[in-house]
């Protein structure tokens, strides 16, 4: 069972793009990969960068549906074809100031290990592959690509105590 203390050192929220921001699939038209992005996970990564945290992406593969969904969202980072994902990783923390216990990442599949092991909280999708488990703290209800990360944003804030701040946000538009 992953502490409160452990959440509450987070600065920074890393997540892998396929299967965990998708489902995993890409699709080829004619010109360009095409991807489809939860927009709930993307609101709710909206709310983490408010409250002050760090939100981007760490990729094996790269993509411009990638690099347009982090730039559509504001994102910290954008870290793409990192082949070797701990390398990247490294370098990441290394450019952002942080250190690893500070960072909360979400992966999905066994290139993700390496990272997840070095994380201050290491998340794996729901229906990410069993090996996870040997490196996760937990594992989200909700598959990837069809609002895990929400999931994880949610439960980060309300450990650290920011949720309902973001929350009043959206309920003082329904006071009369």
């Known amino acids: 069972m992953i502490s409160s203390e452990a959440f509450r050192k987070i600065k920074a929220v890393v997540l892998d793009v396929d299967g965990v ?15 489809f992005f939860h927009l709930r ?38 870290y793409e074809n990192c082949k070797d994902k701990l ?12 250190r690893a216990e500070e960072c909360l990442y979400i992966g999905d599949d066994v290139i993700d290990m390496p990272v997840m092991r070095r994380a201050g909280v290491a998340v794996a999708v729901a229906d990410g592959v ?10 989200t209800r909700t598959p990837g690509g069809h609002g895990a990360v929400c999931e994880v944003m ?16 959206y309920r003082r538009w329904y006071d009369k």
């Not at 069993?130 to 594992?139: I, K, N, S």
């Not at 949610?154 to 946000?169: K, N, P, V």
């Open 21 to 35: 921001l998708t489902d995993g699939r890409a699709g080829y038209g004619a010109e360009e990969e095409i991807k």
């Open 41 to 78: 996970d993307g609101h709710w990564m909206r709310m983490a960068l408010r409250t002050g945290l760090k939100v981007g992406i760490l990729s094996g593969r790269g993509s411009r549906a990638n690099r347009r969904r982090a730039e559509e969202l504001g994102l910290s980072f954008c």
């Open 87 to 98: 390398e990247g990783f490294e370098r990441l923390l290394a450019e952002h100031s942080l």
């Open 130 to 139: 069993p090996e996870l488990d040997e490196v996760a703290d937990f594992r």
């Open 154 to 169: 949610r439960r980060l804030m309300m450990e650290q105590g920011t949720l309902d701040a973001q929350l009043e946000r």
